[in-house]
């Protein structure tokens, strides 16, 4: 089992910036990737970034170019750093970890809000 505790969610204005913290714990050693979903109010849960345990990364086209995601191993901790923040960028966070076995382990989830 993977457990893990995101952090650094909040309120900021249009144009701001978060820096969003994934802690985990429990079996890391199996951990492969790791990354974040979101699901605004309304709307399907759609892939934000993730990185492999090489450090290769992905984004969606929506948050491409103003979000950067990286990966502490010494601190078992992934960051996903959000700049240029849009309204539209408004939902709660989910950091996941997903083992050697393809098992899916999922945060209680952080919400961000970004006001106009």
């Known amino acids: 089992q993977v457990q893990l505790v995101e952090s650094g969610g909040g309120l900021v204005r249009a144009g701001g910036s978060l820096r969003l913290s994934c802690a985990s714990s429990g079996s890391i050693f199996s951990i492969n990737d790791m990354g974040w979903y979101r699901r605004a109010p309304g709307k399907q849960r759609e892939l934000v970034a993730v990185i492999s345990s090489s450090g290769s990364t992905n984004y969606a086209d929506s948050v491409k170019g103003r979000s950067s995601i990286s990966r502490d191993n010494a601190k078992n901790t992934v960051y996903l750093q959000m700049n240029s923040l849009k309204p539209e960028d408004t939902a709660v966070y989910y950091c996941?970890?997903?083992?050697?076995?393809?098992?899916?382990?999922w945060g209680q989830g952080t919400q961000v809000t970004v006001s106009s």
């Open positions: 996941y970890a997903m083992n050697v076995l393809g098992s899916r382990f």
